[in-house]
């Protein structure tokens, strides 16, 4: 299994409150995601990194931001949460990107609920 | 914008049936597919890549195919299991982003 730690894995929060998650990797890899997981929504992009300090913005990124200060760690910071962020929340690590063929690599997930 | 369907969202079958899982996307200039494995309350499991010039891929008991020009995958499970009970996801790249749009799943359940 690739070396991928989320935490927290749950989490009970306030509307309104900030919330950080993080995503821990130990295999070096280049490329760091954030997806999250709702019914009937599949996975989907909130934000990604290619590198320490490179991010950018996938499709469901509005009340996100991200950080990457390291290559191992990617945060994800939720500024003031609303209910419908309410959702599981999916880190993912790629070497590179897709047209080398390397596969992609998903975290346990961390399940957060706003109320 | 590109959309990945998978039908039927559920699927139960007797222990040892032979089963298919459809993916079908729209936009037929991807990079690769793959398929994928979720257990209840896990993260996602990589099964298979197919790259957009191979047809095919195997793996033990399941083989995934791609046919590009009709935008479709299927994934092949051989003499299923009850533990091959999950949810299947198939997932395509892109071509203009360095991301995965993934289909909604099929959730298996194989009954003894």
């Known amino acids: 299994d690739a070396g991928i730690t989320q935490s927290p894995r749950h989490k009970v929060t306030e509307t309104g409150t900030p919330v950080t998650l993080r995503c821990h990797q130990t295999e070096n890899h280049r490329y760091m995601y954030w997806y999250r997981q709702d019914p009937g929504h599949g996975l989907r992009l909130i934000h990604y990194s290619y590198g320490v300090k490179d991010t950018d913005k996938g499709e469901v990124s509005d009340g996100y931001s991200v950080s990457r200060s390291k290559t191992e760690d990617f945060l994800l910071t939720l500024e003031s949460a609303t209910s419908s962020q309410t959702s599981v929340y999916f880190c993912?690590?790629?070497?590179?990107?897709?047209?080398?063929?390397?596969?992609?690599?998903f975290g346990e997930g961390s399940w957060l609920t706003v109320v | 914008k590109q959309e990945v369907t998978q039908i039927p969202a559920a699927l139960s079958v007797p222990e040892g049936e032979n089963l298919v899982l459809n993916c079908s996307f729209t936009?037929?200039?991807?990079?690769?597919l793959q398929w994928f494995r979720q257990d209840p309350g896990k993260g996602l499991t990589s099964l298979l890549l197919?790259?957009?010039?191979?047809r095919e891929q195997t793996s033990g008991r399941l083989n995934a195919s791609l046919d590009k020009s009709s935008g479709r995958s299927t994934l092949y499970i051989a003499a299923s299991q009850p533990g091959d009970s999950a949810t299947y996801l198939c997932?395509?790249?892109?071509?203009?982003?360095?991301?995965?749009?993934f289909g909604t799943g099929t959730r298996l359940q194989v009954t003894l």
């Open positions: 993912a690590i790629s070497e590179s990107i897709a047209i080398s063929g390397n596969t992609i690599y």
């Open positions: 997932a395509v790249w892109l071509p203009t982003a360095s991301k995965l749009t």
């Open positions: 936009d037929s200039a991807i990079y690769n």
């Open positions: 197919i790259q957009s010039s191979q």
